[in-house]
């Protein structure tokens, strides 16, 4: 059965830095896209970005290029997104997604079939 479980949620302030993790059960995160989608409170889903199973590419969104950072470690089936210069606007629930490709598809919700249930991340001073 396919998993994936977010950790690292939490208050930080604005400016601040916050790492996610996500872990896989179920599969090997090797040779697997695995991305990140985040939701707002009254808005809809946003694709953030998503790390190739190979050739060490990754997508970003233009509204977190430059200040996040995914990265992955397949020996412990884990994605990290490294989280910046944080602001309020980041503030959202936090979700790992796949489509047990290797190759990431475009920052669409239709595209990624797996999610996780989620971490919540507040920015507030």
């Known amino acids: 059965q396919v998993q994936l479980v977010e950790s690292g949620g939490g208050l930080v302030q604005p400016g601040g830095s916050l790492q996610l993790s996500c872990t896989s059960s179920?599969?090997?995160?090797?040779?697997?896209?695995i991305g990140w989608f985040r939701q707002a409170p009254g808005k809809e889903r946003e694709g953030v970005s998503c790390?190739?199973?190979?050739?060490?590419?990754?997508l970003y969104s233009r509204s977190v290029a430059g200040r996040f950072l995914i990265s992955r470690d397949d020996s412990k089936n884990t994605i990290y997104l490294q989280m910046s210069e944080m602001t309020p606007e980041d503030t959202a629930v936090y979700y790992c997604?796949?489509?047990?490709?290797?190759?990431?598809?475009?920052?669409?919700?239709?595209?990624?079939?797996?999610w996780g249930q989620g971490t919540q991340v507040t920015v507030s001073s």
């Open positions: 997604v796949t489509n047990m490709g290797i190759w990431c598809p475009q920052l669409l919700e239709s595209e990624y079939r797996y």
């Open positions: 179920g599969f090997s995160t090797k040779n697997t896209a």
């Open positions: 790390s190739a199973g190979a050739g060490d590419t990754a």
